[in-house]
């Protein structure tokens, strides 16, 4: 599921809104954050409370530019919750976690400017 971005790239393809709803959008605080040397390109795997609907989560992703495994426990992220598990080297990977290119392509992640319920769903 993750595709390299290109920032500049033109608006993608008009959709509905039902096509919108489909994806399941949900914020999550990092609960664990650990190195993860196996990765192909340099990733943390973390683990993610999403509430109680969906629980403790994980996912690899690919942040290690813009954040340090000790800042990150305990931050609020959001992620897609339903697509199919990916295996990535020896983990597999059950929600991928969401961000925004920083002026250089690195990722920064999505998080809400207060913290929020656990599992509360993007609209």
Request: aromatic residues 8%; negative net charge.
């Amino acid at each position: 599921m993750h595709m390299d971005h290109d920032p500049a790239a033109s608006p993608a393809p008009e959709i509905s809104f039902d096509d919108f709803l489909k994806v399941d959008i949900r914020i999550g605080t990092v609960v664990e954050a650990e190195p993860f040397p196996e990765a192909r390109k340099p990733a943390y795997k973390l683990l993610i409370d999403l509430g109680p609907a969906i629980g403790l989560k994980k996912s690899s992703a690919q942040i290690t530019e813009n954040y340090d495994l000790e800042d990150l426990v305990g931050k609020q992220v959001a992620a897609v919750v339903n697509f199919p598990p990916r295996q990535i080297g020896p983990m597999m990977s059950e929600v991928l976690t969401l961000g925004f290119p920083d002026g250089d392509g690195a990722v920064m992640l999505f998080h809400p400017t207060k913290e929020v319920p656990n599992g509360g769903r993007l609209f």
